[in-house]
């Protein structure tokens, strides 16, 4: 259930998707995240939305090969930005 450390995680996602939070923070958050299947749907989410906007070869994908991508991965909604 929702804690008050999921507020505190969430503020600390960025970073810590960003491998730019400290070894103490990251431990804090993997402890949070073995206990949290909320925080740990976020963290999954958010670390494949990250992942495609660093990996993808954007120059190299079609516009509507993007979109089935999004699609399949149900991040469409990405695609109006
Ligand atoms: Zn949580």
Do not use: W
């Amino acid at each position: 259930m929702p804690t008050e450390n999921c507020h505190h995680l969430l503020n600390d996602l960025s970073a810590y998707l960003d491998g730019e939070a400290s070894q103490e923070l990251c431990a804090e958050l993997e402890r949070h995240l073995a206990d949290c299947d909320d925080c740990t749907a976020v963290v999954d989410t958010a670390r494949k939305t990250v992942s495609l906007y660093r990996h993808l070869p954007q120059p190299m994908m079609s516009p509507d090969a993007r979109a089935r991508l999004f699609k399949t991965l149900d991040l469409s909604e990405y695609l109006k930005a």
